[in-house]
């Protein structure tokens, strides 16, 4: 009975899981999009030094997500400027 329940509770945990990083990835895309729409030349004055921070911001929080849903977990605050 009590392996009965885990088994519910594991399903009910894996249901939630993908709900939530379905919707938050997409979330996530989004954003990006939304920042590579700042690459129009002739709305904004940008060079390829603030191209490079941007990506190096975002490749390191991508590097902290991992590191975080891995077994070697951690957890890690970025800041961004600039």
Do not use: W
Not at 7 to 27: C, M, P, S, W, Y
Not at 48 to 58: E, F, G, N, T
């Amino acid at each position: 009975m009590l392996e009965q329940v885990n088994q519910i509770g594991t399903r009910d945990k894996r249901k939630k899981f993908v709900e939530l990083a379905e919707r938050r990835t997409v979330n996530a895309i989004k954003a990006i999009r939304v920042i590579a729409k700042l690459g129009n030349k002739a709305a904004y004055d940008f060079d390829d030094s603030d191209v490079k921070k941007i990506a190096a911001a975002l490749s390191k929080e991508v590097e902290a997500l991992k590191a975080r849903m891995s077994s070697s977990g951690g957890k890690e605050t970025i800041d961004f400027k600039l």
